[in-house]
C-alpha cells in the first residue's frame, strides 16, 4: 500500500474550536468529555488545565487567567463538558454575544488633509493670551501644517 494515500489533510479533520492549542488539546478535551466517571473526568479537566497553564507559565497562578482557562476548556468542548469549575460557567450566549458598535465622532472638517488634531491645536490656540507660548504653538501649528501640504499636495 502507497504511504502517500494514507495521508490525512488539516482540511478533512475536524476543525479545531481554538485552534491556538492544538490538534492534541481537542483531543484531550474530546476525551473528557467522553469519559462517563464524573471523579475521573474532574481529574482529567483540572489535568488539563494544569497543561494548558503549563504553556504559559509567567501567568499560571493568576486568578483571572486560571478562569480564563476553565472558559476556554468549556469553548473547546462546546459547552459539553460536565466537570466541577471553580469559577461560574460563563454561558454560551454571553460568549457569542456581538458587542455595541461604537460611535465614532462624524465631523468632516473642510480641510481634511490637516487632520482633526490640528484643528483642535488652532482652537486652543485661540483661547490662550498673547505671548511667548502662543506665538510657539502658533509657529508649531504652521510647520505642521506646511508639513501635512506637502505631503497631501506634491
Known sequence: MNPVENLEYNTEREKLIIPEYGR????????????????????????????MGNLQPHLRDVPDFQHKLWDQLFIMSD????????????????????????????????????????????DVA?????????????????NHMKKCYLNWNK
Open 24 to 51: 492534541h488539546f481537542q483531543k484531550m478535551v474530546d476525551h473528557a468529555v467522553s469519559i462517563k466517571d464524573d471523579e475521573e473526568r474532574n481529574k482529567v479537566a483540572k489535568a488539563i488545565i494544569s497543561v
Open 79 to 122: 459547552f459539553k463538558l460536565e466537570a466541577d469549575s471553580p469559577f461560574p460557567i460563563t454561558p454560551k450566549e454571553v460568549l457569542q454575544a456581538r458587542p455595541d458598535a461604537l460611535e465614532y465622532p462624524q465631523n468632516h472638517p473642510k480641510y481634511r488633509f490637516y487632520g482633526n488634531n490640528i484643528k483642535r491645536m488652532i
Open 126 to 142: 485661540i483661547g490662550w493670551d498673547e505671548g511667548d507660548m502662543r506665538a510657539g504653538l502658533e509657529y508649531a501649528i504652521a
